[in-house]
C-alpha cells in the first residue's frame, strides 16, 4: 500500500481513545491516519485496542455466558424451570468471545476505512518536528516516515508485573491470559481484588473454579462509596470468592503441575496452592518507544504522558489521551478525550466534563457510580443530604429475582445539587445513567423527584432515592 505521508492529524494507537479521536477528526475535514499494532495470534490487524481485544468486550462477554452457565444450574428452579445438570463446553465460550471481538473489530476497520483514515499497522515512535516513524508489523516492511500537522498519542496501558508473580502466559498470567484459559482451573489465585480481579473471579467463580483474591490493602474498593463496597463484599463472599484483605503476595514458585503463592498478612507468613494465578494488580500506561530519545516529551509522576485539562503535551501540536494519561483507566474516558482533542484542533470550543465520568463493575450485582463519594464529601467538609432507595422495593427488581442493593443519592445540603450517585444492583451500569445525564445538566435531586419514571422499571429507584433525599420515598418508611 503506499501512503501519503503528509497528514493533518496523525493518531498512534486504535484503542477506543485513538480510533474515536480519528473518526472525529475525519468528520471535521481533517486528513487523518491512524498508525497501530495491535495483531492477533494469526497476525491479523485488529483495532480496537485492548478494551475491544482484551479487555471490556471479551471480559463481558464471558461475565454473561458464565452467568447464564450459573443461572441455568441454580436459579431456574425457582421459575419451575427444571433443567438437568448443564454442562461446559469452554471451547465454544470462548469461540463465541472470540467471534464477538472480530465482528466488532472488523466494523471498526470497515469505519476508518469509510471516513478515509489511513491505516498504519506497525508501531509509531514520535521523531522531532512533527514527524513519526513507522515500523511495519510486518517483518520485511521497510520503516517509514510520516508527517502530521497535529499529532494524538494514544497507545493505552498493559498490565503491570510484580517481581513476586512474574508472567509466564500459562500458569501465571495477566488479564489477556484469564481470558482464554482452555479449561477451567480448580483453584485460582487473584493477586489483587481491584475491578479487573473481582469480574474475572467472578467468571471463573461461576464456571466452578475455587477463586481465592489475595489483596494488599485492608480496606475493600476503596475507590468506591463505602456503602456499596461493604455490600459487595458481603455479596461476593456469600457467592464463594475467598477474598483475603490485607495479604500481600510475596513470592510465587512454579511446581509440575502447581504454584505455591506466598502472603503475607497481618499475622504471618502464608502459603497457598493453586493450578493458575492471575496477576490483576494494576495497569501503567505503555510509552516504551513511543518516543525517540531526543524528543522532550514531559513524562508525569505516574509515568504516562503529562498533559493539560485539553489533553496538551509540552509538545506543541501534540496530545495525548486515554489510559496513557492522567484519570481514570477507562475506554469511555479516553473516547471522550478523543473527540475533545478533534475538536480543539479543529478550532471548535469543547467541553469534557471530568468530574462525571462514571466507573462501573461489571459483577453481579453491578456496581457503578458517577460523581463524590461520601467519604470524599466528609473529607472534603462539603455538607450533604442523603437519600437510599433498596431494589427490594422495586417491583421490577422483584420480578427479575434480582432485588439486591440499593441506590444512594448524595445531594448538596442547601443547593440540593446532586454531588454523586452509587448504586449496586441490577444493571447498575445502565440505571446510573439518568442521574449521569441528570448531573451534567447540573440537575439536583428535586430535578429527578420531579421526573416521571415508567413503572415497573429498574430506574424508579432512582426517582425514589431521589425522593429520599427528602424524605417522602414512597416505598419505604422514612426517617420522620
Ligand atoms: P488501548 O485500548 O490500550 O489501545 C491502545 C492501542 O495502541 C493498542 O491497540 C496498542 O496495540 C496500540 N499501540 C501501543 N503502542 C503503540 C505504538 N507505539 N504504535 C502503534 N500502536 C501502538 N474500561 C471500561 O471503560 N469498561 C470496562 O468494562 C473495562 N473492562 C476492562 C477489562 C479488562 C480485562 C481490561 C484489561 C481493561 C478494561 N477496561 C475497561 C479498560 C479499557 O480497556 C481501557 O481503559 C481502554 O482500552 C483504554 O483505551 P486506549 O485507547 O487509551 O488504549
Ligand atoms: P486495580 O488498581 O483496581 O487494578 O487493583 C489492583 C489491586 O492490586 C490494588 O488494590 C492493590 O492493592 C493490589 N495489589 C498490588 N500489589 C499486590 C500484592 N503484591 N499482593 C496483593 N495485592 C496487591
Known sequence: MTYNNKYDVV?????????VA??????????TACIDNWQDKNGKHRPGGTCLNAGCI???????????????????????????????????????????????SSGISSLLQANNIDLHHGSGQLQENNQIEVMPVDAEAKRYI?????????????????????????????????????EVPKRLAIIGAGVIGLELGSVWNRLGTKVILLEAREDFLPIADRLLASEA????????????????????????????????????????????????????????????ANVNLLLDEGGG??????????????????????????????????????ETIAGNKNHLNMNLIPAVIYTLPEIAWVGKTEQALLKEDIPFNTGIFPFAANGRAKTMSADTGQ???????????ILGVHIIGPFASEVLQTAVIAMEFDGSAEDLARSVFAHPSLSEAVHEAALAVDDRAIHVINRV
Open 233 to 292: 463484599l458481603r455479596h461476593f463472599i456469600s457467592q464463594g470468592l475467598d477474598i483475603r484483605l490485607g495479604a500481600r503476595v510475596t513470592s510465587s514458585s512454579i511446581g509440575k503441575k502447581q504454584i505455591t503463592v506466598s502472603y503475607q498478612d497481618k499475622q504471618e507468613q502464608k502459603r497457598i496452592v493453586v493450578d493458575r494465578v492471575l496477576v490483576a494488580v494494576g495497569r501503567i500506561p505503555q510509552t516504551k518507544k513511543l518516543f525517540a
Open 146 to 182: 510520516i508527517e502530521g500537522k497535529n499529532i494524538i498519542l494514544a497507545t493505552g496501558s498493559q498490565a503491570m508485573n510484580i517481581p513476586a508473580a512474574p508472567i509466564d502466559n500459562h500458569k501465571i498470567v495477566d488479564s489477556t491470559g484469564a481470558l482464554s484459559f482452555k
Open 407 to 417: 441506590v444512594k443519592i448524595l445531594s448538596h445540603a442547601e443547593t440540593d445539587k
Open 22 to 31: 480519528a473518526i472525529r477528526c475525519s468528520q471535521l475535514g481533517l486528513k
Open 305 to 342: 504522558i503529562d498533559v493539560d485539562k485539553y489533553c496538551r503535551t509540552n509538545l506543541p501540536n501534540v496530545y495525548a489521551i486515554g489510559d496513557i494519561v492522567r484519570g481514570p483507566m477507562l475506554a469511555h474516558k479516553g473516547s471522550e478525550e478523543g473527540m475533545s482533542v478533534a
Open 58 to 104: 471479551p471480559s463481558k462477554a464471558l461475565l454473561d455466558s458464565s452467568q447464564r452457565f450459573y443461572q441455568v444450574n441454580n436459579e431456574l428452579a425457582e421459575h419451575g424451570i427444571k433443567v438437568n445438570k448443564a454442562s461446559l463446553n469452554i471451547a465454544q465460550m470462548m469461540a463465541r468471545k472470540d467471534n464477538i471481538v472480530h465482528q466488532l
Open 11 to 19: 493518531v498512534i494507537g486504535a484503542g477506543p481513545a485513538g480510533y
